[in-house]
């Protein structure tokens, strides 16, 4: 896309050239995830049953006892 540019060229040879560097750590991260989920999607930590959730708590508001009248 900026090949061409001289700024483009310039700005890479003085910081680096980011835009491929977080691609590849991009691909880089995607490739772990994509193996740290393998066990999850072959059926393996998935197909085990699973324990039944107790139910979420239940909150019943009561009326708050009268507190002290301000005049």
Do not use: C
Not at 25 to 43: I, T
Request: proline letters at 15%.
């Amino acid at each position: 896309m900026f090949q061409d540019s001289p700024i483009y060229d310039r700005l890479i040879a003085e910081r680096g050239d980011i835009p491929t560097q977080v691609r590849r750590e991009a691909e880089r991260v995607s490739r772990e995830v994509e193996f740290a989920m393998q066990p999850l999607l072959s059926g393996g930590i998935a197909s085990a049953p699973l324990r039944p959730t107790p139910p979420a708590p239940t909150w019943q508001r009561s009326a708050l006892p009268p507190g002290p009248q301000q005049l």
